[in-house]
C-alpha cells in the first residue's frame, strides 16, 4: 500500500480493554500513520461501561445489540468513554510519539443526533422497542476532523453526541463509525470485534465468509446468521459503503497482527462489498 490513504478503524471490546493487545493495537495503528495515511480512530468501551454501570448498580440490557440506556445510565457511559477511555487512549498514544486529540460527537456540533426508533425482529415479528436515550446519527458535519487530520493528528472519537436541543445520547460505536466514515469518505473503515469476522456457523471456524454484498446481507439477516451484536456491524459496513465509503471490513482486534496484515493486502476478516 503505497499511495496515501485515509482510513478509519473502530476500536472496542476485549482489544481495548486487554492492557497487552490495547499497546500492540495502538502500535499498529501508529505504524499506519508513519506510513503516510491518515487515521481516524472511533473507540466504544462496553467493558468499560459495564464494570463503571455494576460498581453503581446501575442495570443494564441489551437489546439487538444496542445497549438500553436510561439518563441515569447514560451519565455513567459518557464518564466510562469520555473521562477514562478516550483520555487514556490519546494520553498512551501521546506517550508513543503521536499527537492524538479527543473528541466526543459533541465537539464542534461534529455529529447530530436524534432519538432511536428501535424496531426489533424475533420470529419473523415485529415490535417497537423504545432504547430510551439511544440515538442515531442524524448529521454528520466532518470540518474539524478534516481540520484535524490536515494538521497530521490523530483525532480520537467517542460515541456520545446531542440533539438540536442539547439533549445527549448515546449511539453505537459501531453506527458512529459509519456515519463517519461516509462523510469524510474514507478508502476503509475496520470494524474490529472479538471474533474473526462473520461465520455462516460459528461453531466451524472454516465458515468464515470473507466477502458479502449488500443483497446476500438481506438473505443472511432473514436465515438468522447475522444476529446480535454482528447486527450493528454489519448494519454500519452496509451504510458507509452506501454513502461514501470506499471499502468495509470487519477484523479481529484481539489479534493486532491483523491490522498488519490488512495494511499489506492480506485478505483477512470479512469485507462487505457493494457488488
Same mark, same amino acid.
Given at each position: 500500500?503505497?499511495?496515501?490513504?485515509?482510513?478509519?478503524?473502530?476500536?472496542?471490546?476485549?482489544?481495548?480493554?486487554?492492557?497487552?493487545?490495547?499497546?500492540?493495537?495502538? #502500535?499498529?495503528?501508529?505504524?499506519?500513520? +508513519?506510513?503516510?495515511?491518515?487515521?481516524?480512530?472511533?473507540?466504544?468501551?462496553?467493558?468499560?461501561?459495564?464494570?463503571?454501570?455494576?460498581?453503581?448498580?446501575?442495570?443494564?440490557?441489551?437489546?439487538?445489540?444496542?445497549?438500553?440506556? !436510561?439518563?441515569?445510565?447514560?451519565?455513567?457511559?459518557?464518564?466510562?468513554?469520555?473521562?477514562?477511555?478516550?483520555?487514556?487512549?490519546?494520553?498512551?498514544?501521546?506517550?508513543?510519539?503521536?499527537?492524538?486529540?479527543?473528541?466526543?460527537?459533541?465537539?464542534?456540533?461534529?455529529?447530530?443526533?436524534?432519538?432511536?426508533?428501535? !424496531?426489533? *425482529?424475533?420470529?419473523?415479528?415485529?415490535?417497537?422497542?423504545?432504547?430510551?436515550?439511544?440515538?442515531?446519527?442524524? +448529521?454528520?458535519?466532518?470540518?474539524?476532523?478534516?481540520?484535524?487530520?490536515?494538521?497530521?493528528?490523530?483525532?480520537?472519537?467517542?460515541?456520545?453526541?446531542?440533539?438540536?436541543?442539547?439533549?445527549?445520547?448515546?449511539?453505537?460505536?459501531?453506527?458512529?463509525?459509519?456515519?463517519?466514515?461516509?462523510?469524510? *469518505?474514507?478508502?476503509?473503515?475496520?470494524?474490529?470485534?472479538?471474533?474473526?469476522?462473520?461465520?455462516?456457523?460459528?461453531?466451524?471456524?472454516?465458515?468464515?465468509?470473507?466477502?458479502?454484498?449488500?443483497?446476500?446481507?438481506?438473505?443472511? *439477516?432473514?436465515?438468522?446468521?447475522?444476529?446480535?451484536?454482528?447486527?450493528? +456491524?454489519?448494519?454500519?459496513? !452496509?451504510?458507509?459503503?452506501? #454513502?461514501?465509503? +470506499? *471499502?468495509?471490513?470487519?477484523?479481529?482486534? !484481539?489479534?493486532?497482527?491483523?491490522?498488519?496484515?490488512?495494511?499489506?493486502?492480506?485478505?483477512?476478516?470479512?469485507?462487505?462489498?457493494?457488488?
Amino acid at each position: 500500500m503505497n499511495s496515501k490513504k485515509r482510513i478509519l478503524f473502530k476500536y472496542g471490546g476485549n482489544a481495548i480493554s486487554d492492557p497487552e493487545i490495547q499497546s500492540e493495537v495502538l #502500535n499498529q495503528l501508529i505504524a499506519i500513520k +508513519k506510513d503516510g495515511h491518515e487515521l481516524i480512530i472511533v473507540h466504544g468501551g462496553g467493558p468499560f461501561i459495564k464494570d463503571l454501570l455494576a460498581t453503581h448498580k446501575v442495570p443494564s440490557n441489551f437489546i439487538d445489540g444496542h445497549r438500553v440506556t !436510561t439518563p441515569e445510565a447514560l451519565r455513567l457511559v459518557e464518564m466510562a468513554l469520555k473521562g477514562e477511555v478516550n483520555s487514556s487512549l490519546v494520553n498512551k498514544i501521546n506517550a508513543k510519539g503521536q499527537k492524538a486529540v479527543g473528541l466526543s460527537g459533541k465537539d464542534g456540533k461534529m455529529v447530530l443526533a436524534q432519538k432511536r426508533q428501535h !424496531t426489533s *425482529k424475533k420470529n419473523g415479528s415485529e415490535r417497537n422497542v423504545d432504547l430510551q436515550r439511544v440515538g442515531d446519527v442524524k +448529521k454528520v458535519d466532518p470540518f474539524l476532523v478534516e481540520l484535524l487530520l490536515q494538521q497530521k493528528y490523530i483525532p480520537v472519537l467517542t460515541c456520545i453526541a446531542a440533539d438540536e436541543n442539547g439533549l445527549d445520547f448515546n449511539i453505537n460505536a459501531d453506527l458512529f463509525a459509519s456515519h463517519l466514515a461516509a462523510a469524510l *469518505k474514507v478508502d476503509e473503515v475496520v470494524f474490529m470485534t472479538d471474533v474473526d469476522g462473520l461465520y455462516k456457523d460459528f461453531s466451524e471456524p472454516e465458515s468464515l465468509i470473507k466477502s458479502l454484498s449488500l443483497a446476500e446481507v438481506k438473505e443472511l *439477516k432473514d436465515q438468522g446468521v447475522i444476529q446480535g451484536g454482528m447486527i450493528p +456491524k454489519i448494519d454500519a459496513c !452496509t451504510h458507509a459503503i452506501q #454513502n461514501g465509503a +470506499k *471499502k468495509a471490513r470487519i477484523i479481529n482486534g !484481539t489479534k493486532p497482527e491483523q491490522i498488519n496484515q490488512l495494511m499489506h493486502g492480506v485478505l483477512i476478516g470479512t469485507q462487505v462489498v457493494k457488488g
